[in-house]
């Protein structure tokens, strides 16, 4: 079963990249793995994280590959043996229970994470359109990576002048602080003026 959405809950979910070695070997006991979960009664997965990048992200893979054991909204990162048995052991003796679940703010569905992933989405975007220009258009890398620059520096001047609006308008500067303080003359200041000329 492959996973396409981020808001599917797995009970199993294993990331992996088509070029990893380890990810290879492990494949042949996920899938035997696979062929018990209905006799267990859960669901098993395999993302490529090269095709789900914003996955990748929104799960923080780290290494490669990553198994995610998932059971009413807890999730918990799976740390021991890969091989068939000891997965089907795993659930059938709720080994899980033995594990600390990932922290809150790590939750796949967490605001935090759902940011991670736009960046990781935002960086497998920029790598294509690289490999665009580069590829296809036939520009040197050097010339693509000055495009993206340039960007990069504009889009940040703009973003912070639009930045710098707001936080003017939400927080106003005060009056006093602008003006030059303006002494007003009292009659005794005009006498001591006058007796000096």
């Known amino acids: 079963m492959h996973c396409l959405s981020p808001n599917i809950l797995l009970k199993n979910h294993f990331s992996y990249a088509p070029w990893c070695p ?6 042949k006991a996920w899938h035997a ?26 799960f923080l893979v780290t290494a490669l590959p990553t198994i995610y ?3 009413d909204g807890v999730f918990r990162a799976y740390a021991g043996s890969r091989d068939k048995n000891d997965f089907i052991n795993y659930i059938e003796e709720k ?9 809150s703010y790590k939750y796949p569905s967490s605001p935090q994470m759902t940011v991670v992933a ?13 490999n665009y220009l580069v590829d296809e258009v036939g520009i040197p890398s050097w010339a693509s990576y000055s495009v993206f620059a340039g960007l990069t520096l504009t889009l940040g001047c703009i973003l912070g ?23 007003k003359s009292t009659k005794k200041d005009q006498k001591a003026k006058a007796k000096k000329v």
């Open 22 to 27: 380890a990810c290879k070997d492990l494949q």
């Open 161 to 183: 002048f639009f930045i710098v609006c707001i936080i003017d308008r939400v927080f106003p500067t005060n009056d006093q602080f602008c003006k030059p303080e303006i002494k």
């Open 118 to 130: 736009w960046f990781f989405k935002l960086s497998m975007f920029v790598r294509d359109r690289h």
């Open 69 to 71: 054991h998932v059971k």
């Open 33 to 58: 793995f696979a062929d018990w979960s209905k006799d267990l009664n859960i669901n098993v997965a395999e993302v490529d994280v090269t095709v789900n990048p914003g996955l990748s992200g929104r």
């Open 95 to 103: 080994k899980w229970t033995f594990y600390d679940p990932i922290p």
